[in-house]
């Protein structure tokens, strides 16, 4: 216990020269067809930095979403709840976002503001519907509309492909834009998607705190498109956890023109289904993984594998209970392997098919995979904590060296079942109190 303390010591030390783990990012090489991004910094953030995105397309989408399940829901998404539902996610073309105001319990004012960015944003670009409207930043202050209306004709009046400029604006306490592509062949056409997010706290599931738009030139039918997200979603965004808040404005929405001209998808049985919902996935998994490495004050990215759970929903359960335990990411972030932390959020967690006895589990550096009761289990890059709910012999030298990798890896195997489930967090730092006691001013 004394040698690992004095082992990690120069964590707290240092921490004025805090190195934040960046994600890294990749401007795309083709965008899906018809659409264009216009951005404008209008003055909402204090930085100067861009803050108004303007996304189009040249045909009319049908579209999906997810919004925040929070109770307390800001103006723009109940105002692209409200339209998505009207049209029945079908005819849209546009959408505006701002950052620097989340336009969140701002009453009948708020209200108006968000109608105004939709109405103005879609004139605009000569769009036949209302925008879908998204808005983040500090809840609670109303926006400046003459700075966001100037803004939206700004943003107007420069549409183009660059899409690093539109995650570029969206952001917040983000330190780097969040921006990924995906290229797959359907019935010999090229579709392409392209999604960028934003998210580096209040990040918890169902969903994270961020938004996201997803774009892409499939044709598909707005019952399979749907059913597709929903998919996505519930295997990225839905599996992330930075501090266990969740935001008034979190919005996944995707767009879809069919200027791809491949035959249009409508069953979600069908092999071209399947390889767009594969690589929708992908995309909304590396956006989430993004948020997570990118996460306020975060040394390190965690993925938490739970394996051998009887049913797949345990094993979402008891990796969310270790996901978001904050006596876990204290001890990643302290390299402190201590093991009892991650029994005690599987023992609590809640979820059926726990038995104790059956229990095995390794830290490791990199990401978890071969490690697992019957895997390989490399003891170069892991070490196995517990047998068969007994503990084994242990290094506290190596393991605090495991642990000092920016990519490290928790595995449970409850050795009672063939369903496995992943999450992905990151540790909890001196830094992230810094950053968050201090957001308004």
């Known amino acids: 216990m004394f040698s690992n303390i004095a082992i990690n010591k120069k964590l707290f030390q240092n921490s004025t020269t805090f190195l934040r783990y960046y994600s890294s990012i990749k401007n795309t090489t083709t965008s899906p067809k018809g659409f264009k991004t216009g951005t404008y910094a209008c003055g909402l953030k204090k930085s100067g930095a861009l803050d108004i995105c303007l996304i189009h397309s ?22 692209s709840k409200s339209l998505i539902e009207k ?11 701002n950052s620097g105001g989340a336009n969140a319990c701002t009453g009948p004012e708020g209200e108006k503001n968000a109608q ?14 209302q925008s879908l409207v998204m808005s983040t930043g500090i809840i609670g202050q109303q926006l400046d509309m003459n700075k966001v209306e100037l803004g939206i004709t700004k943003a107007s009046e420069n549409l183009k492909d660059d899409w690093l400029s ?58 399979a498109l749907k059913s597709a997200l929903k998919h996505s979603i519930d295997y990225s965004f839905n599996s992330i956890n930075v501090d266990g808040d969740m935001s008034t404005n979190d919005t996944v929405a995707v767009f879809s023109n069919g200027l791809a001209g491949n035959k249009k998808i409508d069953s979600t049985n069908s092999k071209e289904y399947l390889l767009l919902e594969k690589a929708m996935r992908e995309c909304a998994t590396e956006l989430a ?36 335990s904050s006596l876990v990411k204290t001890a990643m972030y302290g390299e402190d392997a201590n093991w009892g932390r991650v029994l005690a959020a599987v023992g609590y ?19 978890g995979d071969n490690i697992g009761i019957g895997q390989k289990n490399d003891p170069l890059i892991a070490m196995q904590f517990l047998k068969d709910g007994q503990p084994t012999p242990k290094d506290d030298e190596k393991a605090a060296k495991l642990l000092s990798n920016k990519d490290i890896s928790i595995v449970v195997d409850l050795n009672n079942g063939n369903q496995n489930y992943t999450m992905w967090t990151c540790d909890l730092t001196i830094e992230y109190v810094k950053a968050n006691s201090h957001y308004r001013t």
């Open 87 to 97: 049209h029945k996610n079908t005819g849209f073309q546009s959408l505006i976002i």
């Open 166 to 223: 539109a995650a570029k604006a969206i952001m917040t306490t983000d330190k780097v834009p969040k921006l990924v592509q995906k290229q797959i062949e359907i019935q010999g056409k090229q579709v392409n998607i392209t999604g960028i997010c934003k998210g580096a706290g209040m990040i918890h599931p169902n969903m994270a705190t961020m938004l996201c738009t997803l774009c892409t030139d499939a044709d598909i039918s707005e019952e």
């Open 289 to 324: 993984q993004m948020i997570v490495k990118d996460a306020e004050g975060a040394t390190k990215f965690i993925s938490v594998l739970i394996r051998g759970a009887k049913t797949e929903k345990d094993g979402k359960i008891i990796a969310n209970s270790i996901a978001t």
């Open 349 to 367: 967690s809640g979820a059926d098919g726990i038995v104790p006895s059956n229990i095995s589990m390794w830290f490791a550096s990199g990401n």
């Open 116 to 129: 105004t960015m939709s109405f103005l944003s879609s004139k605009l670009v000569n769009a036949k519907q």
């Open 58 to 79: 040249e045909k009319e989408c049908n579209v999906a979403a997810v919004f925040t399940e929070n109770k307390v829901k800001a103006a723009p998404v109940l105002l």
